[in-house]
């Protein structure tokens, strides 16, 4: 899953990137998950758990509310599945400081917005064709499952 924003660009920065950044960030299992979020048991609910610590990929403060991909299976199609919520790490941390970004420990928790599609769909009237973008008549509807072989690819350089 690609994940875009304007965020800092390393933890020792507290200024905004001038120029949109991209990570490819991978879905994790719930069990590693709940280590930050106790009540966390599932990727198919209101979050998606998302991590890459390992290659220490994440994104960082200032991209919250930025858009997460999944590119789908025909490799040409993105489909929007999440928003930019926070992260956390079990690293420990000085008291008052803020945690690492990429932290090998950490996970980030992304908004899974096809959760949301009947809210949106009954506040706004819209009809889910419309909200999953379906211009092309091709059939395919929002990615509602994921796993942890589930990642985007690059949007922009």
Not at 37 to 53: H, Q, S, V, Y
Not at 69 to 95: A, C, E, N, V, W
Request: aromatic fraction near 12%.
């Amino acid at each position: 899953m690609t994940a875009a924003g304007w965020g800092v660009t390393s933890n020792q920065s507290f200024t905004p990137s001038p120029s949109l950044y991209k990570v490819v960030l991978k879905v994790k299992e719930p069990q590693k998950c709940s280590s930050i979020r106790p009540n966390f048991t599932t990727n198919l609910n209101d979050f998606i758990c998302l991590a890459d610590g390992e290659e220490k990929k994440d994104t960082c403060y200032g991209d919250s509310g930025g858009p997460v991909l999944t590119m789908d299976k025909d490799r040409i199609t993105y489909f929007f599945s999440g928003l930019t919520s926070y992260g956390d790490t079990t690293s420990p941390q000085p008291l008052g400081i803020r945690p690492d970004c990429a932290d090998i420990n950490g996970y980030g928790f992304y908004t899974r917005v096809g959760h949301y599609v009947d809210f949106i769909k009954y506040h706004t009237g819209l009809t889910e064709k419309y909200l999953l973008a379906n211009s092309t008549e091709t059939g395919r509807s929002l990615i509602r499952n994921f796993d942890n072989t589930t990642e985007g690819v690059v949007i922009t350089d």
